[in-house]
Nanobody, 116 residues
Framework: QVQLVESGGGLVQAGGSLRLSCTASGIAFSAFSMGWYRQAPGEERELVAVISSSGGMITNYADSVKGRFTISRDNAKKTVYLQMNSLKSEDTAVYYC????????WGQGTQVTVSP
């Protein structure tokens, strides 16, 4: 049974930083490209960062976070991270991880709130 557990969210002032973690169980983690997604109130969930499977560690980012967010992974720990710097109020959302494309059941997510 696949389980994704996100953590690390919180309340931060604009310009601050947070580091999110997502630990997976029940999957061959290293075989999958993983992504961080977010969903703001009243909006659809969007993909913000992707990291390839264990081969080349290729990363891609949504334009809205490029240069501010960094995705990384530790396959031994079955964990994917999202380092978020220079946070803006528009980054406020619930953040989730999933494979890319997202076909696993969603975890509970972690709330990120950026105050102006």
């Amino acid at each position: 049974q696949v389980q994704l557990v996100e953590s690390g969210g919180g309340l931060v002032q604009a310009g601050g930083s947070l580091r999110l973690s997502c630990t997976a169980s029940g999957i061959a983690f290293s075989a999958f490209s993983m992504g961080w997604y977010r969903q703001a109130p009243g909006e659809e969930r969007e993909l913000v960062a992707v990291i390839s499977s264990s081969g080349g560690m290729i990363t891609n980012y949504a334009d809205s976070v490029k240069g501010r967010f960094t995705i990384s992974r530790d396959n031994a720990k079955k964990t994917v991270y999202l380092q978020m710097n220079s946070l803006k109020s528009e980054d406020t959302a619930v953040y989730y991880c999933n494979k890319n494309p997202a076909t696993f059941a969603w975890g509970q997510g972690t709330q990120v709130t950026v105050s102006p």
